[in-house]
């Protein structure tokens, strides 16, 4: 699909079910809502999150049981009735997420911008990726690849069923409406849970628990537990975080529906937080040393220049310019990323060392 014709498609599908919403409000209103409405509201709403919480994410994505085929087809069905993208497409780019959180290939960061982390980021193509680089195992499995072809049928058939039960103003609530609240549920994951809330582990990106989120997400909310232990099937680590999603897998485990459940045992979760200060201390010093490393780089790049003929000062104004602009860039990148991966440290690291070096050739070469 062409991206302006992309584009126009996504305006759509975040404009209607906002469209819905006014009007379901105006409605309510004037009191022109029937019990019914709601109760196909809370059930598809429910199904959904649950869907997409389960199916997509903590199966799908991380592995984090395994089930039988229509066990792992109802909740992958299920997570196909939120819109928010087939299956393959959505495990790719979630996988991506993870291995760039909050750094240059993030999909959907919000140091980028609140906006782009919700919603913002669905209307390029290019932030949605590849199954075949990054859950290529799932292409094998029938399940995942039934789902992707009969990917409209299914919030069709949820549309379909609201009309049956409770006519147009079931397509309101149950369809239009559900789908605005899944949609955007799921995207303050990606852009309040990487904002607002405290961390209880140290991680390399801004991930965060927050608790509204975690009850209208079922548990997904508890972001910073997720990230820290990516794999884990229940996100919820204490008591009083409640993981309606981990909850569900539990009881299924012990009916025998689902096994290979992951865990994270309280040692281990000790000892990420007694690893996670010292990563922290260690990322810190890092960002220092690079810091310092950019500071002597721009004080040579000016000797240079200072030693440069008046006349030729000029010829490498644009070189210079360009360079210091790209260091305090880097410096201010890092400033705003307050927790940063090693590699992603020492890239900028060899980027600075390589800007210095191809600068210096350049200045040599003209005061020659």
């Known amino acids: 699909m062409k991206e302006r014709t992309y584009k126009i498609v996504m305006l759509g599908y975040v404009i209607i079910p ?72 959505w495990t790719a780019t979630h996988v991506k997420h993870h291995a760039h959180s909050d750094h240059e290939d993030d999909p959907h960061s919000p140091l980028e911008g609140f906006w782009h982390g919700h919603v913002g980021w669905v209307f390029s193509q290019e932030n949605f ?3 075949k680089v990054y859950c290529p195992h799932l292409l094998e499995d029938k399940v995942t690849m039934f789902a992707e072809r009969t990917y409209f049928l299914w919030p069709v058939l949820s549309f379909v069923a609201c009309y049956a039960i409770g006519g147009w103003t079931g397509v309101l609530w ?25 961390r209880g582990f140290e991680t390399t990106d801004e991930s965060r628990n927050n ?10 909310g508890w972001h910073n537990n997720h990230h820290a232990f990516p794999r884990s099937a229940f996100h919820g680590m204490r008591w009083y975080q409640f993981d309606l999603s981990g909850l569900i897998i539990r009881f299924m485990e012990k009916v025998g529906l689902v096994w290979e459940v992951q865990r994270i045992g309280q040692e281990t979760q000790e000892a990420h937080r007694l690893r996670g200060l010292t990563m922290h201390e260690n990322i810190a010093e890092l960002k220092e040393e690079l810091g310092t490393f950019i500071d002597q780089a721009r004080q040579e790049m000016d000797q240079m220049m200072l030693k440069l003929p008046p006349q030729k000062v000029a010829a490498v104004r644009y070189t210079h310019e360009t360079t210091m602009k790209r260091f305090v860039e880097i410096q201010l990148g890092m400033q705003k990323h307050r927790n940063m991966k090693r590699r992603a440290i020492e890239k900028r690291y060899q980027e600075v060392a390589e800007l210095l070096e191809i600068a210096k050739q350049r200045m040599t070469m003209v005061a020659a």
Request: proline share 4%.
């Open 18 to 89: 906002l469209v819905a919403v006014v009007t379901a409000i105006a409605l309510l209103w004037n009191k022109y809502i029937f019990a019914t409405d709601l109760y196909l509201l809370l059930f598809f709403y429910s199904f959904s999150i649950l869907g997409i919480g389960i199916g997509y994410h903590r199966l799908l994505t991380h592995d984090g049981f395994k089930t039988f085929a229509p066990i792992r087809a109802f909740f992958i069905l299920c997570g196909c009735m939120t819109l928010e993208g087939k299956p393959l497409a």
């Open 129 to 131: 990726e590849d199954p």
């Open 174 to 198: 149950g369809g239009l409406v559900r789908v605005f609240l899944t949609t955007h549920v799921t995207w303050s994951v990606n852009s309040i849970c990487h904002t607002f809330g405290p």
């Open 211 to 220: 608790w509204i989120i975690g009850l209208l997400a079922f548990g997904e």
